[in-house]
């Protein structure tokens, strides 16, 4: 009965329904927690029943049944091999969402030593990819790649965390082109739903806006129907991100603090401070200096508290981007163009203020498309925006 009740709940949570599905498992493991099972069936079940939630963006339920298992583990030595090395990985990244990146890179790797050994080496790819992504996060490049190598020897894979490091280290085509093929490779709506995140991300460097929004789209489609508090949150966040690329600061907002909230309530802290981070840029672009200066600065404190240095070193240029912005060498008229360019006005619009020609203004847009290195108006925008370039308020 146990064992139906748990099949079931997987297969509902397959067929999108969510909540039905959890309901079944969470019956399976009153059974479970009840001691009425045997050893192997009990910690198969609990496996899986952890592996269904980090399937459906469930943190709070795999931190709860990720405990149990790591106390029930404990208890058990001669489950010492395989199956603790996959306890591992879970415990790895709940400590990674939970900020102690230092004990997830001591969990991955202790998985990946355990697994690597006999039957388990099938599944050692997950914890040489877990160790890389800490290992990201913290700017630690070489140890991120040998550790996303390591995940695809072992036949496991590497993205969205390859495709992420590659944008970190300014390589936007090789990011691009490898979020693009993981995502146009996977038909799991759930599987999409762990790409599209750093998806919408890369498009919005790239730039390709309409990319970036069509992958936050999907994003709360998938949502919509496998509702979990993590997913709201990268659906809220990446929806902020675009809207704020795309020169709307004021759509931003709510988005952006909607993701802070729960990722906060949810616990899961560099998430958090990301969010702070964009909440910081779209009051930068609405011209309240004060409050973007204290939202960027808590971002700055937990990326700093954390070890995300790349994080850390880009919230501290932020924060001092207002005091002396980088203008990409503009011009003194090139910069006028720009910041009304970042207010979204037309060509038009801006030849009417500055008392110039049509032709005139397209002449010096071209000008700060080629200066910035950006290929549209938008990522025009979107530099001026993080690098404090705007119209003084009115």
Not at 113 to 120: A, D, I, M, S
Not at 193 to 211: K, N, T
Not at 344 to 350: E, S
Request: glycine share 10%; charged share 20%.
């Amino acid at each position: 009965m146990t064992i139906a009740a748990h099949i079931q709940g997987r297969a509902r949570i397959r067929a999108g329904r969510v909540g039905e599905g959890l309901a079944l498992l969470d019956e399976a493991m009153v059974a479970i927690t009840a001691g009425e099972t045997s050893a192997g069936i009990t910690c198969w079940i609990y496996c899986s029943v952890i592996d269904a939630c980090h399937e459906v963006h469930e943190v709070q339920r795999a931190r709860e049944w990720t405990v149990a298992l790591n106390a029930w583990c404990d208890a058990q030595p001669q489950f010492s091999g395989v199956f603790s090395g996959v306890c591992r990985i879970h415990r790895a990244e709940l400590l990674q969402l939970g900020g102690a990146w230092t004990d997830a890179v001591r969990e991955a790797g202790l998985a990946g030593e355990q697994l690597t050994q006999g039957y388990g080496e099938a599944m050692a790819g997950p914890a040489f990819y877990r160790r890389g992504e800490v290992h990201r996060l913290r700017g630690e490049a070489r140890h991120a790649e040998e550790a996303y190598r390591s995940a695809s020897r072992y036949g496991g894979q590497t993205q969205p965390g390859l495709a992420l490091l590659r944008l970190a280290q300014g390589r936007t085509d090789a990011a691009a082109a490898g979020i693009r093929r993981a995502l146009a490779e996977t038909a799991d709506r759930l599987a999409r739903s762990r790409l599209l995140p750093a998806y919408v991300e890369i498009m919005l460097a790239v730039p390709d806006v309409a990319g970036a929004r069509a992958g936050a789209t999907e994003l709360a489609e998938i949502g919509e129907v496998h509702d979990a508090a993590a997913l709201r949150a990268w659906s809220a966040y990446t929806r902020g991100a675009v809207h704020l690329a795309d020169g709307g600061p004021e759509a931003a907002l709510p988005a952006l603090r909607q993701a802070w909230r729960l990722w906060r309530d949810l616990d899961m802290p560099y998430e958090a401070a990301r969010a702070r981070l964009l909440v910081g840029l779209a009051c930068r672009a609405l011209h309240d200096e004060d409050t973007a200066a204290m939202e960027l600065d808590a971002a700055h404190q937990v990326f700093i508290r954390l070890g995300a240095v790349p994080d850390a070193t880009r919230a501290e240029g932020l924060l001092h981007a207002h005091h002396a912005p980088d203008t990409a060498g503009l011009s003194a008229r090139e910069l006028e163009v720009l910041r009304l360019v970042a207010a979204g006005k037309t060509n038009h619009a801006i030849a009417a203020d500055l008392f110039l020609s049509d032709r005139t203004v397209e002449r010096h847009v071209s000008n700060i498309l080629s200066k910035l290195g950006v290929g549209s108006r938008t990522a025009a925008a979107a530099y001026a925006f993080e690098h404090g370039i705007h119209s003084p308020a009115t």
